[in-house]
């Protein structure tokens, strides 16, 4: 099982080998193909060990799972004895069991911890170099003191909350470009729309707290590792910003910007902040503390004000539109998975393989999931984009599919999902007419 009940992000980008397609068609093939592989978890190691000594320590760099989705094939620098693994070169390769989810993420395989991250790699070195440190970071996250199961920050669904942030992160875009008095002023504004932000949603500042200590950090040592040898510095991370300000979904995303920023600020005003960030366990709040909160009014109409050069106007006629496709989507959701019939699996610490990108904030009903792969004890559920989506409940507890289902012993088919039961877990109808829960038999 993995350690996280969140997986991380899924990056897509070209193999770094034409070979790699043939991971699906036997282990003898690919342990001729692996060479490829192997450059590139060697070339990460060494300029992981590089860099490694100024964030958190030699631990960053160890041992990796490399898998591909579609057969399962694993080539990772562990030998891991008991794992069934044949040796090809420097590496090993295998097949990673079908109890084990498959995601980037960081998981315990035969006693070790290991970071996984899915085949193909992105033929991008910057790409590929941070997705592997990032796994690599939440290998050791748990040992640092700062893993965390964050809260989902389902208020930057809503039009105030994108906008708010799309403001933050334009302000930290500036911070990281500039020097002197401006960078300061560019990271002070930064500050004020995100304590603005949090003052509209109370709960706020904690959800965005936990999100940027478990997924921010990562991507904030990814990109400094991917950055030991670029000449472009801020520049690649102010692109990599703008990038996650283009998804459709900032819920489970916006940390992949904000993380980073907040990072390599504090690395300028605050050196030693690692030291300190696990008592305090918010990015933002040391970037406060070492920069000072100057007097100011924050009424909106002053904010606003403040916020003009950062492109508020655009920005705030966007989010009106968006919000207005928003609740249409909303209705829709709620018809298909609260109001219509459907199959209900409750099962607490439900683990998940998703699209962080495109996750839809139901308010106190859950999240929303288009896409993804889900597993807990009755089983694994594989939901296609052809499908209604999945609605999970806020607690991790209740996962909702559309019915009507189609039973086939223990495969149970519905509109573009899956579900495969586990042993001793049945389908029967639930208690709400055209319903169907799945249950542990007796």
């Known amino acids: 099982m993995t350690w996280l009940t969140t997986p991380l992000r899924l990056r897509h980008g070209l193999s770094l080998l034409a070979a790699c397609a043939s991971v699906a068609t036997s282990l003898g093939a690919q342990r001729a193909d692996t060479a490829g592989v192997g450059a590139a978890l060697a070339a990460f190691q ?3 060990r590089e860099t490694a000594a100024s964030l958190w320590g030699t631990r960053l760099c160890g041992g990796i799972v490399l898998v591909d989705p579609s057969s399962r094939v694993v080539v990772t620098n562990r030998r891991l004895p008991d794992a069934g693994l044949s040796a090809a070169g420097s590496l090993w390769v295998g097949r990673l069991p079908d109890s084990v989810m498959v ?3 960081a998981f315990q395989w035969h006693g070790e911890a290991l970071a996984m991250v899915m085949l193909p790699l992105s033929s991008d070195d910057f790409d590929r170099t941070t997705l592997l440190a990032h796994e690599s970071f939440h290998r ?7 893993w965390i199961m964050e809260q989902p920050s389902v208020h930057l669904d809503e039009r105030a909350g994108r906008t708010w942030l799309r403001l933050e992160v334009q302000a930290l875009a500036y911070a990281l470009t500039t020097r002197g008095e401006a960078q300061r002023a560019h990271a002070r504004a930064a500050l004020a729309f995100r304590a603005h932000r949090q003052r509209l949603f109370p709960d706020a500042r904690a959800r965005e707290d936990s999100l940027e200590l478990q997924e921010g950090l990562a991507e904030h040592a990814g990109q400094v590792v991917a950055s030991a ?3 472009l ?16 979904s900032y819920v ?5 910007a904000t993380g980073p920023a907040y990072g390599l600020l504090l690395d300028q005003f ?15 709040g040391l970037l406060t503390a070492a920069l000072g909160t100057p007097s100011r009014d924050t009424t909106e109409s002053a904010l606003v004000a403040l916020a003009q050069p950062y492109g508020y106007p655009a920005i705030d006629a966007a989010e009106a539109d968006r919000e207005a496709r928003r609740n249409a989507q909303l209705a829709a959701v709620r018809t298909t998975l609260v109001d219509g019939p459907v199959v209900r699996l409750t099962q607490r610490g439900v683990m998940r393989s998703f699209d962080p990108n495109t996750l839809i904030a139901m308010d106190s009903l859950g999240m929303a999931y288009p896409t993804g792969e889900f597993g807990a004890a009755w089983g694994k559920l594989v939901v296609s984009a052809s499908s209604d989506g999945a609605l999970l409940s806020s607690d ?11 039973i086939d012993g223990r495969t149970v088919r519905g509109k573009g999902w899956v579900l495969e039961l586990a042993e001793g877990w049945q389908l029967v109808p639930g208690a709400r007419a055209g319903d169907f829960e799945v249950r542990g038999r007796p």
């Open 229 to 231: 040898r670029s000449t």
């Open 46 to 48: 060494s300029r992981c």
């Open 252 to 256: 489970r995303s916006f940390a992949y």
């Open 396 to 406: 991790f507890a209740l996962l909702r599919i559309a019915g009507p289902p189609a």
């Open 140 to 146: 050791i996250q748990k040992s640092l003191g700062l």
């Open 233 to 248: 510095g801020p520049l690649r991370t102010v692109r990599t910003m703008d990038g996650v300000m283009r998804r459709p």
């Open 103 to 105: 995601a980037n993420t």
């Open 270 to 284: 605050a050196p030693g902040w690692r030291t300190r960030i696990a008592r305090v366990r918010s990015l933002a």
